[in-house]
Each structure stands twice: as C-alpha cells, then as structure tokens.
C-alpha cells in the first residue's frame, strides 16, 4: 500500500477512535469521500482490505490501524 494512503488510513482510525472510542468499526469506504473521484486508489484500498487481509466489511479501527503500521 501506497505511504499517502498508509497515513490517510492512519489518521482516520485515529479520529474515529477519539470520537467513538475504541470498538469502533469501519468499512474502506471510510477513507474516501462519497464521490469516486481516485478510483485507482479505492480499489488499492480494497485490494488491501479484501484479497490480502481478507477483512470482514466492517472491521474494528484499532485492528486496521495496527494492520497498517506493522506494514510499515
């Protein structure tokens, strides 16, 4: 995975988890405005989340966070 989206990811699950706490869950949608308007980079994300982690739709945001930064 791309670093720009290394961080985005990052720096979404951190403010979620400010906000709702830590069994707060998130779908990859959550790292993109509604409008599609990098799908190059959606399907990056998708691909990460779908066919190499083989995450559920919605996961916890400390589990990706944690995913994420050992990828590092």
């Not at 799908?39 to 066919?51: F, V, Y």
């Given at each position: 995975?791309?670093?720009?989206?290394?961080?985005?990811?990052?720096?979404?699950?951190?403010?979620?988890?400010?906000?709702?706490?830590?069994?707060?869950?998130?779908?990859?949608?959550?790292?993109?405005?509604?409008?599609?308007?990098d799908?190059?980079?959606?399907?990056?994300?998708?691909?990460?989340?779908?066919?190499?982690?083989k995450?559920?739709?919605?996961?916890?945001?400390?589990?990706?966070?944690?995913?994420?930064?050992?990828?590092?």
């Open positions: 995975m791309r670093t720009s989206l290394q961080k985005k990811f990052i720096e979404v699950c951190d403010r979620k988890i400010a906000q709702k706490g830590t069994n707060v869950g998130l779908s990859f949608y959550a790292f993109f405005a509604n409008k599609n308007d799908p190059d980079l959606l399907m990056e994300a998708a691909t990460w989340w779908i066919i190499t982690h995450l559920d739709h919605f996961e916890k945001s400390v589990k990706i966070k944690a995913l994420v930064m050992a990828e590092q």
